[in-house]
């Protein structure tokens, strides 16, 4: 599994929307500056992060966005799988899982399961609020 330049900035972006939450909504702009990263790549992230409630968005004057949910609230998985998709190893897998893709006895299968629980487990096991107590994400790769 690898993860995306999709699924690295939405984690990014909810980081830096707990570290600045103040009560008022955040710019995308002002997210973009201080992450250094594309204002028009975040425009396609935010807008899917909103839609499913991770956050909350406004438009125009004094618009911007914030968390739906405390930091503590917030599964590392929760975010990848909403902007990865499934987090399967391999297509037959997963939400995806193609049927009948393997022989019926698959002498490997029980390795992608267990991969893709030990992948899933690990990241649903880290939230936004840990991510923020680490200086620069030394204890995570991601």
């Known amino acids: 599994m ?50 499913n409630r991770l956050v909350v968005g ?9 968390l739906n949910r405390v930091p503590e609230d917030y599964k590392v998985g929760e975010i990848l799988r909403l902007t990865e998709g499934d987090l399967a190893p391999v297509s037959c897998i997963g939400n995806s899982g193609a049927q009948g893709c393997c ?24 939230t936004i609020a840990d991510l923020m107590k680490t200086e620069s994400g030394n204890n995570y790769v991601i």
């Not at 707990?18 to 807008?47: T, W």
Request: charged share 30%; proline share 4%; with cysteine.
């Open 103 to 126: 022989p019926s006895e698959c002498r490997i299968m029980k390795m992608w399961h267990d991969f893709y629980k030990i992948t899933n487990d690990f990241f649903d096991n880290i």
């Open 58 to 66: 406004v438009h125009g004057k004094g618009g911007g966005y914030r």
């Open 2 to 51: 690898m993860v995306s330049t999709r699924g690295r900035y939405a984690l990014q972006v909810m980081i830096d929307l707990a570290e600045h939450y103040n009560g008022d909504f955040i710019p995308m702009k002002d997210v973009a500056e201080r992450q250094e990263l594309s204002l028009k790549y975040l425009e396609r992230i935010l807008p899917v992060l909103s839609k």
